[in-house]
Antibody
Framework: QVQLVQSGAEVKKPGASVKVSCKAS????????ISWVRQATGQGLEWMGW????????GYAQKFQGRVTLTWDTSISTAYMELTSLTSEDTAVYYC?????????????WGQGSLVTVSS | QSALTQPPSASGSPGQSVTISCTGT?????????VSWYQQHPGKAPKLIIY???KRPSGVPDRFSGSKSGNTASLTVSGLQAEDEADYYC??????????FGGGTKLTVL
C-alpha cells in the first residue's frame, strides 16, 4: 500500500531553518511527483511547491521563492523540504503529497503531516 | 495570487444535498479542467474526493459529484451523512504552472 511517512515535530527559533522529510513506499518513487502543502492552525491549505524526482525539475509558489528548497534522494525514496529564515508566521503543519506527472491538482496520497513550531 | 473563493460555511440536514462553490479566474479554474476537491476531517490529512472537475477516485461514494461553469467549480454532496461533516477545499492548476487552493468551506450536518 502507498504510504508517505513524514518526520516528526520540530521547534525552531526565529531566523532558523527547518528540513522536513517524506519517505515514500508502496510505489516506484520516480514515477510520481510530490508537492508540499502547509496549513497553519485553523487556517486553509497553502501550496508551496512541487518536485519531479525523475528529473531536476522543481517549481515553487511565488510567495516561497528563495526561501524554500525541495530536494530528494531516490536511493531511499525520500523527499525533503527545507524552509529558511523562519518567522512565527511559518508555524504550521507541513504535508507532502504525491501526484501523477502533469496532474498537479490530483494529490491522491498525503503524508501524515509534520508540525513545525517557530517560537523564541 | 489570491486563494480561490469558497463560502466559509455550508450546512444541510441528513439526506439533503448541499453544493459548495469555488470561484477563480480564467487563469485557473476557468482555463483548465484540473480542478480537484479535498475533504479534511479535524486533525487529519486532506483526502482527494474529486479530480479533473468531475472524476471520483476509487472508493469515494458517488454521493460526491463535481461540475464547472466558467470560472466557478462546484462540489455537490447528495444524501448527506453525519460523516460528511468536514472541511472541504477546492484546488486548481494555474497558468503559472502552480497550484492554488480555495480558502475552505466548513460543512455542518445539522
Amino acid at each position: 500500500q502507498v504510504q508517505l511517512v513524514q518526520s516528526g515535530a520540530e521547534v525552531k527559533k526565529p531566523g532558523a531553518s527547518v528540513k522536513v522529510s517524506c519517505k515514500a513506499s508502496g510505489y516506484t518513487f520516480t514515477t510520481y511527483d510530490i508537492s508540499w502543502v502547509r496549513q497553519a492552525t485553523g487556517q486553509g491549505l497553502e501550496w508551496m511547491g512541487w518536485m519531479n524526482p525523475d528529473s531536476t525539475n522543481t517549481g515553487y509558489a511565488q510567495k516561497f521563492q528563495g526561501r524554500v528548497t525541495l530536494t530528494w534522494d531516490t536511493s531511499i525514496s525520500t523527499a525533503y523540504m527545507e524552509l529558511t529564515s523562519l518567522t512565527s508566521e511559518d508555524t504550521a503543519v507541513y504535508y507532502c503529497a504525491r501526484f501523477p506527472r502533469h496532474q498537479l491538482a490530483r494529490h491522491d496520497y498525503w503524508g501524515q503531516g509534520s508540525l513545525v513550531t517557530v517560537s523564541s | 495570487q489570491s486563494a480561490l473563493t469558497q463560502p466559509p460555511s455550508a450546512s444541510g440536514s441528513p439526506g439533503q444535498s448541499v453544493t459548495i462553490s469555488c470561484t477563480g479566474t480564467s487563469s485557473d479554474v476557468g482555463g483548465y479542467n484540473h480542478v480537484s476537491w479535498y475533504q479534511q476531517h479535524p486533525g487529519k490529512a486532506p483526502k482527494l474526493i474529486i479530480y479533473e472537475v468531475t472524476k471520483r477516485p476509487s472508493g469515494v461514494p458517488d454521493r460526491f459529484s463535481g461540475s464547472k461553469s466558467g470560472n466557478t467549480a462546484s462540489l455537490t454532496v447528495s444524501g448527506l451523512q453525519a460523516e460528511d461533516e468536514a472541511d472541504y477545499y477546492c484546488s486548481s492548476y494555474t497558468s503559472s504552472n502552480t497550484l492554488i487552493f480555495g480558502g475552505g468551506t466548513k460543512l455542518t450536518v445539522l
